[in-house]
T-cell receptor, first 114, second 114 residues
Framework: SQELEQSPQSLIVQEGKNLTINCTSS?????LYWYKQKYGEGLIFLMM?????EEKSHEKITAKLDEKKQQSSLHITASQPSHAGIYLC??????????????FGQGTILTVHP | NAGVTQTPKFQVLKTGQSMTLQCAQD?????MYWYRQDPGMGLRLIYY???????DKGEVPNGYNVSRLNKREFSLRLESAAPSQTSVYFC?????????????FGDGTRLSIL
């Protein structure tokens, strides 16, 4: 099983709908990163969370890290076709000795129908 | 602004052939990483270089070698390609290895081994 589990694996929504993607670990997350990937392209950095209870927003995307630092959620408000792509969470699971090594979830494929 | 540049973008090899994937960054970053992305498995770290002159194994290093040529360049070599190495390879860089710096990714190299 994956050390980072993302759910759902895929999501199809109608434009204008809100949606949430979850990223869960059984271990403490020392740094949690959300990326977006379009098919055939690289990963685009969205947001970084480090502190328990932290919440960040950028345009219509909000990411939260729970108090125990074992789960993060990514929420998109009023989705648009431009939000479509693969969302990946990446995290440092081994603390200060991780040397920046990230463990990634398997990704969530988001489709937004106009 | 180029960021992280990977070459080639696509490559087809025969089993047993060798090749080197090139990666260069122009952001003066200290740390660089090589990942592979396979369906349903997210990204897995192959090798990383915390700083110029150092390299270390990641989660899936078997069958690969790396060279940190200078601060800008980090190459990945397949000495004897195997079909199991068919994947999309991503290079990434970050300011340093500490837990508060996002990694920036290239657009990937799509490698098929027949």
């Amino acid at each position: 099983s994956q050390e980072l589990e993302q759910s759902p694996q895929s999501l199809i929504v109608q434009e204008g709908k809100n949606l949430t993607i979850n990223c869960t670990s059984s271990k403490t997350l020392y740094g949690l990163y959300w990326y977006k990937q379009k098919y055939g392209e690289g990963l685009i950095f969205l947001m970084m969370l480090q502190k328990g209870g932290e919440e960040k927003s950028h345009e219509k995307i909000t990411a939260k890290l729970d108090e125990k630092k074992q789960q993060s959620s990514l929420h998109i408000t009023a989705s648009q076709p431009s939000h479509a792509g693969i969302y990946l969470c990446g995290a440092e699971i081994t603390g200060g000795t991780s040397y920046g090594k990230l463990t990634f979830g398997q990704g969530t494929i988001l489709t937004v129908h106009p | 602004n180029a960021g992280v540049t990977q070459t080639p973008k696509f490559q087809v090899l025969k089993t047993g052939q060798s090749m080197t994937l090139q990666c260069a960054q122009d952001m003066n970053h200290n740390s660089m990483y090589w990942y592979r992305q396979d369906p349903g498995m997210g990204l897995r770290l192959i090798y990383y270089s915390a700083s110029e002159g150092t390299t270390d194994k990641g989660e899936v290093p078997n069958g690969y070698n790396v060279s940190r040529l200078n601060k800008r360049e980090f190459s990945l070599r397949l000495e004897s390609a195997a079909p199991s190495q068919t994947s999309v390879y991503f290079c990434a860089s970050s300011v340093n290895r500490y837990s508060n710096q996002p990694q920036h990714f290239g657009d990937g190299t799509r490698l098929s081994i027949l």
